[in-house]
Every structure is written in structure tokens, then in C-alpha cells.
């Protein structure tokens, strides 16, 4: 007897534990960065590799970066997400559609930095061309805004070096 009372309230718990569970998560967006890659091209953004982490200052380095965010709805967000580029003359950086993206030139942290929109569920294209100014081991900063967690912010390391 004393089983069957510890199966029901074992039973009875599980149920009111789903049953707030499911009210807890009704309606919030769960976000999921799936994609977050950089490829670079040494012919001029013909091809694209991810393998390559060192380039020669005063050469115009072309970089893709591939993003996607998955969340648990249909509905198709717009996110901000910003790519921080130290060490680095700004050249040309555009949305796979065509659409240019504007720089923002932080002289005192010595900074370029690109603020641009992905959709969610989708993925998103971005190319970049820029030169290096000076030899150094560079962090880009890849950072989403809310509602996307900061978990999903990363740092891609390249190396600048001089020519032999």
C-alpha cells in the first residue's frame, strides 16, 4: 500500500512540474546560434578556406562570415550584430544582397567597428575587405545584441605579419 502512495505522489508531482514547465516556457523565444564562421580568400574573393590565420600587412584581406540563428518559432526576427576589427583600414564590407555595410572607425581604441542585421531561421552572408596597418595578433569580436545571450559572442584570432 505504502507504494502505491509514493507512485501517486511520484506520478502527481511529475504532472505539476510539466504543468509549470510548460507555463514557464509558453510564448519565449529560445535562441540557438548554430553558425558563426569566417572563411578568407587569397585570390581576390574567388575562393574561400577557413584554414588560413596569418596575412601581410598592407594587402586587402577578403573575409566571409556566415551566420545563422535558430529560435523555436516561425516568425522571422531581426537581429543586430556587430563584428569589432582591430588594426585594420576599412576598405568595403557588404551584405550578400549587394547592400553596404558602413564601418565605424573607433580612432581611440583603434577599432573597426561593423554593425549589420541577420534574420533568424536564415542564413545570413556577409563579405568583408579591409587591409591591415600594422604586424599584430588580432581578436575580431563577434557580438550579438538582446535578446540573443552573450554565450554566443565569440573571438576569431588572425595574425598580421610583415612580408618576407
Known sequence: M???????????LVVTLMFFWEG????RTDYLVTKKDFYYSEDNGNTYGNRRI?????????????IEVETNVSEVEELQVSLKIPNVNA???YYYSGQ????VRDNLNGVTIYTFTIATNDTSLFFFKFVPTSPSVVQMELDFADPVPARY???????FVTSK
Open 91 to 93: 576598405v568595403d564590407a
Open 100 to 103: 553596404k555595410i558602413t564601418p
Open 153 to 159: 559572442d565569440s573571438i576569431n584570432t588572425i595574425e
Open 54 to 66: 596569418k596575412f601581410e600587412v598592407g594587402r586587402e584581406i577578403y573575409m566571409q562570415l556566415q
Open 2 to 12: 505504502k507504494k502505491f502512495f509514493m507512485l501517486i505522489l511520484l506520478i502527481f
Open 24 to 27: 514557464y516556457t509558453k510564448g
